[in-house]
């Protein structure tokens, strides 16, 4: 017993030279460096002291969870502090969603009995401490969305005991190491997706319990490691959104066989057989897992749905839109009674929905937009009860609406535009109340909107009606929808007005009913849509000014107001201080400030101008013609036998077209050749009218200017007339007076051609002018002898002053009766200037006055019925 004692002894005394000869040996830089990282003597105040290290880094607390984190409270105390019983240790620091700012500390890693590290959804920034290595009982290591940056750090790999990785959603980058996962055998959740990571995945063989791996949203490259398959508790494997290639992975999915959630969208990997077979991959997956979630989208995968895809019984999300599959859907389908979700948008699917297809009770999301289905929609559609997204837009299907869409009391969204779908809107969608967005634009409906419509009031995302054959007054039920925030009814057939009451659809952000047949004002009440940010009544019937309240919309920032009948005043303010004029095109007289668009205040002087002009002109230019009568007849006083023969020789004529021998010394014009010269007769070169024709200006094509004087036929004896005015102009000869050209006289065609006066009128010659154009003061800088000076020949107007009292007193006669005669014939009415018979009577009149007669007597003309000159 002694000796078992004795021996005991010299074996600890030995065991004591040693330990001190090993404590020399070590030299002093190594032993401060241990010293630093691991402490001798850690206990519960070197904890305390890491913790203060690590708040010193915060910079901003804004939930006060670092505020108790001081000297006067305990450690295990601090808030997100949790300490070990047995050693009195901190084993884990938990700061998730805290909002903290700063900096991830090294002193961290000064926590040696941490197990749990949680920051998770902070804004921590900076790399990830290599130091952390150190933390060799850290089990669970959660860092998920933050700002981290830089690359994993390879000392990760002394983290032996580590379970749980968490670093998805910060920005780190680089490469995984390999060491992470041939070491960190007791890994079993990984999620390092929503960061930069690159390259290859590395071999995974090590990790068997692994049976969460997340690698989706980096930029990884490379096949899936065969590796993989010793990880035969793998339930979910993610690695979509990244670079990925190679076939799918059919070895892979048969060596894990409880494999549930199969994420690989959005990759370059391909179907076996150069990419046209699917029904290998589906073999083995349908045969050798329970996968319920199977997302291949967006590969360009190609080859054809197998119908062993109906084995796959416990799939509830199918996700394979943005591929090349061809041909049909498989009525196996049916056979996933467990299906929630169905993607097959944008393939190049053909045929017809199956049958089948209600026999998926579970169904909440059918996709099948964008591709070539075609036939009608069937109404077993409407027997998905718990179906809440209907997409069917962007194919080839034909036929009614089906009633039973009405049965869908789930559905939110419906999207059908884009087809060829006929017939009316079935007023059985107003049955589905809880419908948000309803898309059937694009298509060939007709008739009006249900009014059952209108209770959809949950209806908050859009209402789409555009482009269809949609008729009938534009409904005012509408105007319930309150929630709607885009409406689109453009491209129909709507009839009516824009009612005021659309003011209530308050959450309107888009109104488009352009191109329809609306017409009346726009009410003053769509300033009341204060969200409103897109505004289109173009290809309208509109009239009436713009409303002043669109101006105080603050959201609006696109208008179209063009192709109306709108007039008046742009507003301004708002989005009309923004707007260009191709918001305004082809209206009926807007003006404004825009550029492009006529000014206001130019319109007003211009149509103010125009108006003064035409007053004017006929005020003065009868003057002038009466004027230059008066010459004629002072002329004709002293020509008194070749104006008596005259006389004898018009009342010789009767009441058919005399022989006008005279014209066959006059040039010879076509009613074609006037036709031609006049632009057919153009409105824009006339020149003026009266009741008995108008006078056109025309070219001849030896570039001679003519006034043409069209007689209208219609009014009075125009033959008589004709006549009496081609003898009149034949015969008068004054220099003042301009002397006919030729006519053309048909049965049913007679005008006079004339020289056309372009150097002006005699008003020019009487009246004065402003630096503007005529004087609208009506005065003259001329007195009536100086006028009658300008028009009369000079010996004529020197004989008048040998003249006795007795013949001036005539001539003022005459003057003041052919003044009135003028005024009369300057009538802005056709309807009321006399007819040229009358008043050539009334010159004949004042003829035989002057010629002595003092019996002659006026006709009705001058509205001075039987009295006599002579009583003047």
Known sequence: MWDANLSDMVFRKTMLVFLLQCLVIIPKHAFSVLQHHYPLHH??????????????????????????????????????????????????LNLGDSGIVGTLSPSISNLTHLRVLELVNNQLSGEIPWEFSSLRHLRHLLLEGNNLHGQIPDTFSLLVNLTVVDLRLNSLTGKIPPSFFSNCTLLKNVDLSLNFLEGNI????????????????????????????????????????????????????????????????????????????????????????????????????????????????????????????????PPTLSNLTHFSQLNLTSNLLSGTIPEEISQ?????????????????????????????????????????????????????????????????????????????????????????????????????????????????????ELSKLENVQEMDLSSN???????????????????????????????????????????????????????????????????????NQLSGTIPSGGIFDSVTNSSFLQNGNLCGSIPGIPNCLKNKIKRFLLTDFLIVSCIVIPLSVSFSLVCCMIGCRHFKVRISAGKAELETETETEPQLEWIHNLPRLTYKELFDATGGFDEHRKLGSGSSGHVYKGVLPDGMHIAVKVLQLQTGNPTKSFNRECQVLKRIRHRNLIRIITICSQPDFKALVLPYMAN?????????????????????????????????????????????????????????????????????????????????????????????????????????????????
């Not at 901003?60 to 050693?87: A, I, M, Q």
């Not at 191109?515 to 509109?542: A, I, M, R, T």
């Open 493 to 563: 057939r709507f009839t009516g007005r824009v009612f005021r009451q659309i003011s209530s659809c308050i959450a309107l952000s888009l109104l488009n009913l352009s191109y329809n047949l609306l017409e009346g004002e726009l009410p003053e009440s769509l300033g009341d849509l204060e969200n409103l940010e897109v505004f289109d009544v173009s290809g309208n019937q509109l009239s009436g000014t713009i409303p002043k309240s669109l101006s105080n919309i603050h959201t609006l920032t696109f208008l179209n107001l063009s192709v």
């Open 202 to 329: 590395p071999e995974i063989g090590s990790c068997r319990g692994l049976w969460n791996l997340n690698l989706y949203n980096n930029q990884l490259t490379g096949e899936i490691p065969f590796s993989i398959t010793n990880a035969t508790s793998m339930v979910n494997l993610d690695v979509e959104y990244n670079f990925l290639s190679g076939e799918l992975p059919s070895k892979i999915v048969e060596c894990l066989p409880d494999l549930v959630f199969l994420h690989f969208s959005f990759n370059a990997m391909i179907s076996p057989e150069n990419n046209s077979n699917l029904g290998t991959f589906f073999t083995v997956l349908c045969n050798y897992t329970s996968v319920i979630e199977l997302e291949l989208a967006g590969m360009g995968l190609g080859g054809k749905l197998p119908t062993s895809i109906g084995k796959c019984v416990y799939l509830e999300y199918l996700l394979l839109q943005e591929n090349n599959i061809t041909g049909s859907i």
């Open 760 to 872: 002006g009128s005699l008003e020019s010659r009487l009246y004065s002018h402003s630096g503007t154009g005529l004087s609208t003061s009506g005065s003259s800088d001329l007195t009536l002898i100086q006028r009658i000076e300008r028009v009369v020949d000079p010996l004529m107007l020197k004989a008048m002053s040998y003249q006795t009292p007795e013949v001036k007193k005539m001539w003022e006669v005459a003057i003041g009766e052919l003044t009135k005669l003028g005024i009369l014939c300057s009538q802005d009415s056709p309807s009321t200037r006399p007819a040229m018979l009358d008043a050539a009577d009334d010159l004949d009149c004042l003829k035989r006055y002057l010629m002595g007669d003092t019996t002659a007597t006026f006709t009705s003309t001058l509205g001075i019925s039987s009295s006599t000159v002579g009583n003047h």
């Open 43 to 92: 206990s519960l105040e070197t904890d305390r002291a890491a913790l203060l290290e690590f708040k010193e880094t915060i910079t901003s607390d804004p939930n006060s969870r670092l505020s108790n984190w001081n000297d006067s409270t305990r450690v295990c105390y601090f808030t997100g502090v949790r300490c070990n019983k047995e050693h009195h240790r901190v084993w884990q």
């Open 360 to 476: 998926l009770p579970h169904l909440e999301q059918l996709f099948l937009s964008h591709n070539s289905l075609s036939g009608p929609i069937p109404a077993a559609v409407g027997q998905f009860q718990h179906l809440g997204l209907l997409h069917l837009s962007n194919n080839k299907f034909s036929g009614a609406i089906p009633k039973s869409l009405g049965n869908l009391v789930e559905i939110n969204s419906m999207f059908l535009n884009n087809n060829l779908l006929s017939g009316s809107i079935p007023s059985s969608l107003g049955q589905c109340r809880d419908l948000y967005t309803l898309d059937l634009s694009y298509n060939n409906l007709t008739g009006n909107i249900p009014p059952e419509i209108s209770g959809l009031r949950e209806i908050r995302t859009f209402l789409n009606l555009s482009h269809n054959l949609l008729e009938g007054d534009f409904p005012i």
